[in-house]
């Protein structure tokens, strides 16, 4: 069961990429061809249908022009050990 974190996660990194693609004038065959993988594809991450494997993230990212970004942040205060 998919948790409604995790699409909102997904929404937002889509909500980057539409951004800065737009920005970009790219188109999402463009985008696709860039990152080698198919403008379907390219579709439904837009979508927040399907979040994106690490590597195609990794690789729209670089089509982009873009750094990407990973920080972990605790969720709570950690305990005393």
Do not use: Y
């Not at 737009?22 to 696709?32: D, G, K, V």
């Amino acid at each position: 069961m998919r948790d409604i974190r995790d699409d909102d996660f997904t929404a937002r990194i889509a909500a980057q990429v539409i951004a800065r693609r737009t920005e970009l004038s790219l188109s999402q065959r463009e985008l696709a061809e860039l990152c080698g993988t198919t403008q379907s594809a390219i579709a439904r991450f837009e979508s927040a249908t399907r979040p994106p494997k690490l590597d195609t993230l990794v690789r729209i990212a670089e089509a982009l022009d873009c750094e990407l970004d990973v920080t972990f942040r605790p969720r709570t205060r950690p305990t005393n050990r």
